[in-house]
Antibody, heavy 118, light 107 residues
Framework: EGQLVESGGALIQPGGSLKLSCATSGFTFSDYGFNWVRQAPGKGLEWISYIRSSGDTIYYADSVKGRFTISRDNAKSSLHLQVNSLRAEDTAVYYC????????????WGQGTLVTVS | DIQMTQSPSSLSASGGDRVTITCRASQSISNYLNWYQQKPGEAPKLLIYGASSLQTDVPSRFSGGGSGTEFTLIISSLQSADFATYYCQQAYSPPWTFGQGTKLQVK
């Protein structure tokens, strides 16, 4: 079945940086692409980044491009999101989500980690 | 970017009702459309992928349809567990945008 567990969220001042992590288990990490999706308090879902299983294809939403960096460590079965130059509007719960492949549906989600920029 | 618009934004219904939620894309996305359910304080859960394929372990009262620019999520007979917020998402081209959500509430 599999499990995703995010960590690294915190209260951080504007302009600050954080590294979010997503630990995975129960499936072969290197077989899957992954996404980060965030949700501001009381708001809807916003897709922000994707990394392919091989790591050779990466996409970002315009809202985070140039400030956020997605990466993966296949040896440790973990996904990361380096978030820099944080703004108040980056305040959200950040979810990692496993990508199914060509159809890009997200069949496994973590519980989320809260980033508060204030 | 492809814009996704859901209607209605909120909906009040009763147990046993048949409910339809619509999702429209700003351009054709073939059948690259997914539906998710989210309950308060929880992560989203995949319901439907490829516009009409039911995810494993999702009850058969949920169904999806459509192609091109217009899609529907139908709940045939509402159960108490179905009161939640529903999101569509296009998976045709990045950025893989979500609709704004439809909150399904108890009438």
């Amino acid at each position: 079945e599999g499990q995703l567990v995010e960590s690294g969220g915190a209260l951080i001042q504007p302009g600050g940086s954080l590294k979010l992590s997503c630990a995975t288990s129960g499936f072969t990490f290197s077989d899957y692409g992954f996404n980060w999706v965030r949700q501001a308090p009381g708001k809807g879902l916003e897709w922000i980044s994707y990394i392919r299983s091989s790591g050779d294809t990466i996409y970002y939403a315009d809202s985070v491009k140039g400030r956020f960096t997605i990466s993966r460590d296949n040896a440790k079965s973990s996904l990361h999101l380096q978030v820099n130059s944080l703004r108040a509007e980056d305040t959200a719960v950040y979810y990692c989500a496993r990508d199914s492949g060509p159809r890009h549906y997200y069949d496994l989600w973590g519980q989320g980690t809260l980033v508060t920029v204030s | 970017d492809i814009q996704m618009t859901q209607s209605p934004s909120s909906l009040s219904a009763s147990g046993g009702d048949r409910v339809t939620i619509t999702c429209r894309a700003s351009q054709s996305i073939s059948n690259y459309l997914n539906w998710y359910q989210q309950k308060p304080g929880e992560a989203p859960k995949l319901l439907i992928y490829g516009a009409s394929s039911l995810q494993t372990d999702v009850p058969s009262r949920f169904s999806g349809g459509g192609s091109g620019t217009e899609f529907t999520l139908i709940i045939s007979s509402l159960q108490s567990a179905d009161f939640a917020t529903y999101y569509c998402q296009q998976a045709y081209s990045p950025p893989w945008t979500f609709g704004q959500g439809t909150k399904l509430q108890v009438k």
